[in-house]
């Protein structure tokens, strides 16, 4: 867990409220990734940045704004979310996006509950 | 069809008993399979990968994977109640990157 870490580990929001997630890598890696976590549902890969540049957006609601300003360090925007989007918020960093053998190691994640 | 099946369990296993966890994935051109474990309210973390057909060992845990079969496999020998968690199997076909919902396994002491 201390490669990859991540806060706030708890996030209480409203839906007109405006709040970033951090997450940041400790192991020289170059892609990062947002997954999100629902109860009873697979990980569902959101964000990839591949050397600074998105390289994936699968289909995510654009009140999800991600940012990437150096290879180490990764946000997620949120503003105006629903309740439905309360879930666990995974951050991922691997050696790179291009490698079809990657692996991907996680970070603690960030439990967001939005009211 | 889901892109990674595989069974929620639980899957009750007694302690020194083998563990078998199963996945199918639906994308013939995946080429990167990798178990996760996840305990409850931690983040996955890497059990095993495996990229070619056959078997792969790393101490009590061996993948299986048959590409041909569209499946792979997890057995975890001499299971160990600090083994009761819930399994990810991942599949990866280059930009395409799916989980399963995962398998929850219990190891009874």
């Known amino acids: 867990e201390t490669g990859v870490t991540q806060t706030p580990r708890h996030l209480v929001m409203g839906m007109t409220n405006k709040k970033s997630l951090k997450c940041e890598q400790h192991?020289?890696?170059?892609?990062m990734y947002w997954y999100k976590q629902s109860a009873k549902k697979p990980l569902e890969l959101m964000f990839v940045y591949n050397f600074k540049e998105q390289t994936e957006n699968n289909s995510v609601p654009s009140r999800f704004s991600p940012e990437c300003p150096n290879s180490s360090h990764l946000f997620l925007h949120l503003h105006t979310l629903q309740p439905e989007d309360s879930a666990l918020y995974l951050c991922?960093?691997?050696?790179?996006?291009?490698?079809?053998?990657?692996?991907?190691?996680f970070g603690p994640g960030t439990r967001l509950t939005v009211l | 069809q889901k892109e990674v099946e595989q069974n929620s369990g639980p899957l009750s296993v007694p302690e020194g008993a083998i563990a078998s966890l199963n996945c199918t994935y639906s994308d013939r051109g995946s080429q990167s399979f990798f178990w996760y474990r996840q305990y409850s309210g931690k983040s996955p973390e890497l059990i095993m990968s495996i990229y070619s057909n056959g078997d792969k060992e790393d101490g009590r845990f061996t993948a299986q994977l048959n590409k041909a079969s569209q499946y792979v496999s997890l057995l975890i020998r001499d299971s160990q109640p600090s083994d009761s968690a819930t399994y990810l199997c991942?599949?990866?076909?280059?930009?395409?990157?799916?989980f399963g919902s995962g398998t929850k396994l219990n190891v009874k002491p």
């Open positions: 991942a599949v990866r076909n280059f930009n395409k990157f799916y």
């Open positions: 991922a960093s691997s050696q790179d996006w291009t490698g079809n053998t990657d692996t991907q190691y």
């Open positions: 192991l020289g890696h170059n892609a």
